[in-house]
């Protein structure tokens, strides 16, 4: 009985929204806009802070995860090198989402460089085998802050293209 209702749960909270986000490309555009505007500000915000000052509240202890791992019977290392390389994923369906959008060479580049640089990120993750954000060194903290600053270009150019019918 708990397994149904677990299943039931995840189909709620995972398979309908993606569903609905595949269904109209306007709802994607404007979903995945907000994010990549939110994460992009942050990356660019907390390039600017000292890495040493920055808390994250929301860790874990060892026993807890540990003892989470074990009631779930799932590996947490593997399982948010998961999420990280889809999240990438998505990202670049998202840019390439754009790039159909855009007219101008130059914005085009744009969305293939930030192609490049998630592509970068997912063989990071992959070659360390774990993803670690407090152990971020300073140039990739620099990468961070240039895909923040060139993603918001490109959402404010597809945006324009999309609302306006301009020609950027």
Known sequence: MQLQGLIFMLFILLIIPVMVLSTNHYIF?????????????????????????RKDVDDLDDEAE????????????????????????????????????LRSIFLKINAALLILIQIYHIKSVISKNSFNKKDASLPDRNVAMISGILSLLLIAFTTFNLLFSMNF
């Open 29 to 53: 555009f404007a979903v995945m806009a907000v994010i990549i505007i939110v994460s992009s500000i942050r990356n660019i915000y907390l390039r600017f802070l000292d890495a040493d000052s």
């Open 66 to 101: 540990e003892e989470f791992e074990d009631l779930l019977n799932l590996d947490m290392k593997k399982f948010g090198n998961g999420i990280h390389i889809v999240k990438n994923l998505f990202l670049i369906l998202f840019f390439v989402y754009c790039s159909f959008y």
